[in-house]
């Protein structure tokens, strides 16, 4: 594996614990947040080890189609996609209104914390494992 890819993985490790632990105290908008990049930076972590290169979007959907792309699919629904990408930007930005689908709220957080655990295991496992 790549050093930079090893180190995306590593941020991307770091943002789940925040989500996780943001999730315990209560820190909604911070969990979302951070489960948000944690998937993010865990497509980019493949992308970058595959192909040697990212975009600069946050977009899960795309990141996915492209890591798909890489013959590297993974588990994650158009659902789950959609509700990444709806609360990504107001996740960060309070102005931006957030979406009846993406409030802050502790069922919408525990299921981004869950698909952030498992992109994050499932990918990083097939990351570490020799190529064929």
Do not use: H
Not at 21 to 29: D, I, K, P, S, W
């Amino acid at each position: 594996m790549r050093e930079e890819t090893r180190l995306w993985l590593d941020y991307a490790e770091e943002n789940f614990e925040i989500a996780r632990l943001a999730l315990e105290r209560g820190y909604l908008n911070a969990c979302l947040q951070n489960a948000c990049q944690a998937v993010e930076k865990t497509l980019k972590a493949v992308l970058l080890e595959r192909r040697g290169a990212a975009p600069a979007t946050s977009r899960i959907r795309e990141l996915g189609r492209l890591v798909a792309a890489e013959s590297m699919p993974f588990a994650i629904s158009t659902e789950e996609c959609d509700l990444l990408d709806s609360i990504d930007l107001p996740s960060r930005y309070p102005t931006i209104g957030v979406s009846s689908a993406a409030s802050a709220d502790w069922k919408v957080c525990i299921e981004c914390v869950r698909i952030a655990d498992r992109i994050l295991a499932d990918l990083r496992n097939r990351l570490s494992a020799p190529r064929e």
